[in-house]
């Protein structure tokens, strides 16, 4: 079955860097659709980024600068590398992917949670001051 599994999170300091990792199995890695969310509790989960089967990535407004999304197919990972780091960064980071819907490949951009299919079990930011 489809699993992914995040690594990556923990404490850092403002103003710094990281690299979120989310490692896939159990489906044809490259050719699903693949995102990445976030949240804070007490609030919705928030859309930071998008990544299709070709490349082809989309960010939310709010992380456009800062936030870069990539993914190794030979690795079956995808990545989310944060520069920049602010307090408001703290939050759960999840990936989620989605199969592909015509073609065989991922190619119309996602950003509602409700148009992926599998989660991660998501990993813990902390940004201190």
């Known amino acids: 079955q489809v699993q992914l599994v995040e690594s990556g999170g923990g404490s850092v300091k403002a103003g710094g860097s990281l690299i979120l990792s989310c490692t896939g199995s159990g489906y044809t890695f490259s050719r699903y659709c693949m995102g990445w969310f976030r949240h804070v509790p007490g609030q919705e989960r928030e859309f930071l980024s998008f990544?299709?089967?070709?490349?082809?990535?989309t960010y939310a407004d709010s992380v456009k600068g800062r936030f870069t999304i990539s993914k190794d197919n030979d690795k079956n990972t995808l990545y989310l590398q944060i520069d920049s780091l602010k307090s408001a960064d703290t939050a759960i980071y999840y990936c989620?992917?989605?199969?592909?819907?015509?073609?065989?490949?991922?190619?119309?951009?996602?950003?509602?949670?409700?148009?992926?299919?599998?989660w991660g079990q998501g990993t813990q930011v902390t940004v201190s001051s």
């Open positions: 990544i299709g089967s070709t490349g082809t990535t």
């Open positions: 989620a992917a989605d199969p592909p819907r015509l073609g065989g490949w991922c190619s119309a951009p996602r950003s509602d949670q409700t148009e992926y299919q599998y």
